[in-house]
């Protein structure tokens, strides 16, 4: 199998919120046009967010789907499986998988058997082993029957997991979002990077690789993973994004915290609140 690929945007290491709402206002209209090319061309097209709690998933799908056109896009994030459903793995998500004409935004995938379910011992050692002995026929089958397919991680390092859930746990807007799942998964940190690792290593492939984006500033992450996306899929009256001319010198600082708007930032200051930003 090939290896993953780390994909880290070198100019976006130092952001300014105005060139990054200017950055932002350009992928998006480069991905309304690659969802036009997919509707004309009935093209599918599948993209999985997979991640530790809190690595920025759903925040970087709205980024994504914020000025799609509803018709043709889909965002998919599934419950806790029935019985059948945990017998029929694969059949639970072929339901979801995109139609022609269609994008399709994963919030979690198919790997859930391979990171969450095993680590909290919601499945069995054979239903696991099951998986990872089928996923990457299942996958060659989708691509060779149209489907391009795209498989995100967002790789976020402890502390600022840790920084991010006692963030969301004090939070009188976000504190729903912590469920039990994620409070186990605290104490597991170590057992869910064993199987993160044995899935790079065994589910990526030439057809179907998993993409890393290192997710500890949320808002460089958005901007990565989309510029992945328009950087490797073609679609008609591309234009060549030319990397954003930024550096620390550009001013003051702002964001937006749970609605509240932090102004005049030194850059030190914005770095540090960057990360817990809206």
Request: charged fraction near 30%; hydrophobic fraction near 35%; glycine fraction near 4%.
């Amino acid at each position: 199998y090939m290896s993953v690929f780390e994909y880290n945007f070198e100019q976006y290491k130092s952001l300014s919120p105005d060139l990054y709402r200017k950055e932002k206002y350009n992928l998006q209209v480069e991905l309304l046009k690659l969802q036009e090319d997919v509707i004309k061309k009935k093209r599918k097209i599948a993209i999985c967010f997979e991640g530790r709690d809190t690595a920025g998933k759903s925040s970087t799908i709205n980024f994504f789907s914020e000025h799609l056109i509803p018709s043709n896009f889909n965002y998919v994030h599934l419950g806790i499986p029935t019985k059948k459903e945990r017998k029929n793995w694969f059949e639970r998500y072929e339901t979801y998988l995109p139609n022609k004409g269609q994008i399709v935004l994963f919030d979690r995938s198919w790997y859930t058997r391979a990171l969450t379910e095993p680590t909290l011992g919601y499945c069995s050692k054979k239903q696991y082993e099951e998986f990872m002995t089928k996923v990457n026929k299942w996958e060659k089958s989708l691509v060779k029957k149209g489907t391009e397919l795209v498989k995100f991680y967002f790789s976020i390092d402890k502390d600022q997991q840790k920084r991010r859930i006692n963030a969301r746990k004090n939070s009188k807007l976000k504190y729903w979002k912590l469920s039990e799942s994620d409070k186990l998964m605290v104490n597991k940190w170590d057992v869910f990077t064993l199987y993160k690792n044995q899935m790079f290593d065994l589910t990526s492939t030439d057809y179907a690789p998993w993409v890393v984006i290192n997710a500890n500033n949320k808002m460089i992450a958005r901007l990565s993973a989309l510029r992945y996306i328009l950087n490797n899929l073609t679609y008609d009256e591309k234009l060549s994004l030319k990397p954003p001319k930024w550096g620390e010198d550009l001013g003051n600082y702002s964001l937006h915290i749970e609605g509240v708007l932090f102004e005049n930032l030194t850059y030190e200051q914005f770095k540090i609140l960057a990360p817990f930003s809206d």
